[in-house]
């Protein structure tokens, strides 16, 4: 089982480090790791810890590199990525086509709703109206378009990686 928890958060680790080379705009791993440490590891702590550690590891690269990677909204954005990672242990006992398939969607779509949310409810930018939250909304669909997107690709490779390394070798499987 070390073996086990070793790749997986190794891959977990490989998939965040992804974020610090260039990307368009929210092609970016997050989600797919969320769900992909929620479903694979054994312990919640482990499906919370390795994936949450990661992007805040990620994170502080990002600030002291460039100044940008502790902002206001990193509470959301933590407590989105939380809420994705048990998409994910849902996920560990219903690991068919149709259920990833739901989950790869539903999280880039879970992290757009509430991140935009905050950033119309806690910022300055949009009025705090209903046309206010609906022009936030609106001006972050190309951002959730390359989010579902890098979703979709991360997944592909987290999951197909890791089902193929489960055939391969006999101490990955659980």
Not at 89 to 114: E, G
């Amino acid at each position: 089982m070390k073996t086990r928890f070793w790749f997986i958060a190794a891959m977990v680790g490989a998939a965040t480090a992804m974020r610090l080379f260039p990307h368009p705009p929210n092609f970016t791993p997050i989600a797919a790791i969320a769900l992909f440490g929620g479903a694979h590891f054994e312990r919640r702590s482990a499906a919370f810890g390795v994936p949450l550690i990661a992007m805040l590891a990620s994170d502080a690269i990002f600030q002291l590199a460039f100044g940008w990677g502790f902002h206001s909204l990193l509470p959301v954005v933590y407590l989105s990525f939380a809420a994705i990672v048990a998409m994910g242990i849902w996920l560990k006992s219903r690991r068919d086509a149709v259920s990833i398939t739901a989950a790869v969607i539903l999280a880039p779509t879970l992290f757009f709703l509430t991140t935009n949310f905050a950033v119309w409810a806690m910022g300055s930018m949009y009025p705090h109206t209903t046309s206010g939250l609906l022009a936030c909304y609106l001006a972050a669909i190309p951002f959730y378009g390359w989010s579902l997107a890098g979703c979709i690709a991360y997944s592909a490779v987290l999951f197909g990686g890791f089902a193929f390394a489960e055939e391969q070798f006999r101490e990955l499987a659980s």
